[in-house]
C-alpha cells in the first residue's frame, strides 16, 4: 500500500518504529507496503494508521455501487487499492484510507 509508506515517509520514521508503535512486527509493515500484498487485515491497518496518526474509516454501499470519478481520481493518485468483496451478508464495501 504506497499510502501506508508515503506516511512514513512524511512522518520521517522507519519500519521498525511503526512497527514498534503499531505493536507488530517490522515484516508486517514491509508486508503491507509491498504493492503485491492486496489483502491486508483491517484490525492491522487500522493500528498502522492510528500509530501514525490517522483514523480508518469503512463506508458501507449498496452492492455494487460504483466509484465517483472524484473517488477513482483521488484513490489513483495517491495509489490506493479499493476493497470490494460481495461477503457473506451480500454487501459491497470499500475502505477509504
Do not use: C, W
Not at 463506508?59 to 477513482?72: C, D, H, Q, R
Request: charged share 30%; proline share 3%.
Amino acid at each position: 500500500m504506497k499510502l501506508i509508506k508515503q506516511i512514513r515517509k512524511s512522518l520521517g520514521i522507519t519500519q521498525e518504529t511503526l512497527a514498534r508503535r503499531a505493536g507488530l512486527k517490522q515484516e508486517v509493515i514491509a508486508r503491507l507496503e509491498r504493492d503485491s500484498y492486496t489483502n491486508p487485515r483491517l484490525l492491522t491497518v487500522k493500528r498502522v494508521l492510528a500509530a501514525m496518526g490517522y483514523e480508518f474509516h469503512i463506508e458501507t454501499l449498496p452492492k455494487n455501487t460504483p466509484l465517483t470519478s472524484i473517488e477513482k481520481r483521488a484513490f489513483k493518485a495517491l495509489g490506493v487499492k479499493t476493497v470490494v468483496s460481495a461477503g457473506r451478508h451480500k454487501k459491497s464495501f470499500r475502505a477509504i484510507l
